[in-house]
């Protein structure tokens, strides 16, 4: 559900200037091309009303979601932010690391891949004194 409404999202956003500039053209003589065109437009406008009211209770409950859930992250950012930027100065790629396995007593492990390089740790920062 997500995806249509990502999609629908960019095809509306992506249209809304073409349609904002066929609107402020200037009305020209009636013609079966122009007529054509105008039908066409409508349709359009149709679709994506239609698109939108099919997407609204998915915008919903996205919105509900992410007031329920945004204090939740915030708070899991803070606590765990400094304890995983200090992980990630400790890695050279993710890429070269399996997925995390999770031991039946709750450890948690993260093994190297056997194809990666060799580790080479920086060199930890000469402090002066």
Same mark, same amino acid.
Do not use: A, K, N
């Given at each position: 559900m997500t995806r249509i409404a990502t999609a629908a999202a960019i095809a509306l956003l992506s249209a809304a200037p073409a349609m904002a500039q066929l609107e402020a053209t200037p009305e020209t003589p009636e013609t079966e091309e122009?007529?054509?065109f105008g039908l066409m437009q409508e349709g359009a406008d149709l679709f994506f009303e239609g698109l939108l009211g099919e997407m609204e209770p998915a915008i919903e409950d996205?919105?509900?979601f992410a007031a329920k859930a945004g204090?939740?992250?915030r708070a899991l950012l803070s606590e765990m932010g400094p304890a995983l930027m200090a992980v990630l100065d400790r890695i050279?790629?993710?890429a070269n690391y399996? @997925? @995390?396995e999770i031991l039946p007593n709750g450890?948690?492990?993260i093994r190297r891949r056997p194809e990666a390089p060799p580790f080479? @740790?920086?060199p930890a920062p000469?402090?002066?004194l």
């Open positions: 122009s007529e054509g996205f919105r509900g204090p939740h992250l050279d790629d993710i399996e @997925p @995390p450890d948690i492990i080479r @740790p920086d000469e402090i002066e």
